[in-house]
């Protein structure tokens, strides 16, 4: 199975369901081909076998019987205390357990076996009396692998040790092969990731140079982002998911004419009318998703989906919900949609108060650049009508930092 590393699959690429889905096909398909592969007796006859039994003449006639079919790989004690830590430190492939042992029972052996994830699919089987039917079911709720009856019949012994192992080798080789896979899509997954991440900055960067006044504009919005974030207490991965999709917000100004977009001075009411349908056409740039699947989803901020460990996934539906909800007002006066307070998506919030800074602060083709202080007092200003009150005092907390990011990214003339 390959990814589609095509822009619009990387866009508008697979949702971490169907990511997942398609990893779990990967590894259901190597397990089922794998299945098929027949793991030979033969290559079982290098396997560790332990035996656990208080009597050592027995331990020596087990060993002695397998050792006669090819097995040459012993762990033994007549010491029952010393199971458990031979379990762990030995891991055997299999052990063989006698249940009646003085001190610790083979159960109680078989039981803390079967609570250590370390150890627990070892395959145990245990040597037990004939007709001893209470202990066989308490061994069999247990877990354990199979039974044989002393005195052991050698032929009986050396069958039921190869069919345990066989199982056990396919069990471990099936194991490494679902790890190595679960490398694999992890691996492809940061590659889409990376894709995805590299295209956002593309088509920023392809905005930028349209509307060629505001050179690092984007990027001085994107850190400012992430300050206030930063401010707000939110984790460290979402910081960057706002840093990374708030670069996208004006990507819709590539769908402005250059005679209202570029113009120096004070555009009409008409020209305003027509540069407001710049929140539109981002969103729809960035999600091509139809109008009634974004009405269904209304503004709902996208970060509410956000699974933990996987942000950077929901890039496109933030950077969607950015570009569309950057200029809507705390006090509902703001465009396209009129929105008014926690209606506003936290992301457009954060944004907007960002946005409105960077253009305060750098010249447009309408006004200078105005002074630190007096973009402070204006921004001031716009506390409870355009910004949301908490988000401001956030973005005022970092100011320090506001200013060395207007320093170090300023434009050229
Ligand atoms: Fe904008």
Redesign the pocket.
Known sequence: MTYDFTAAAVLDGPSTTERLEAALQLVSAATAEDAGRPVSRDTTKCAKIMIVDDEPINIKVVQKYLQGHGYSHFVTTSDATRAIDMFRTQRPDIALLDIMMPEVSGIEILQQVRADRQISRIPVVILTAVGDARIKQKALELGATDFLTKPVDPSELVLRVGNALVVKSHYDHLANYSVQLERQVRARTSELMASRRGLVQTLARAAEYRDNETAHHIVRVGRYVGLIAKELKMPEEIIELLEEASLL??VGKIGIADAILLKPGRLTEDEYEIMRQ??AFGRRIIQQSLESAWERHGTRSQLQLVEPGNAIAWLIPVAAMIAQT??EHWDGGGYPLGLRGEQIPIEGRITAVA?VFDALSNKRPYKEAYAFDRCIEMMERGRGTHFDPQILDAFLQRTDQILQVQIDLADVD
């Open positions: 917000h004006d710049h929140c950057h200029h946005d």
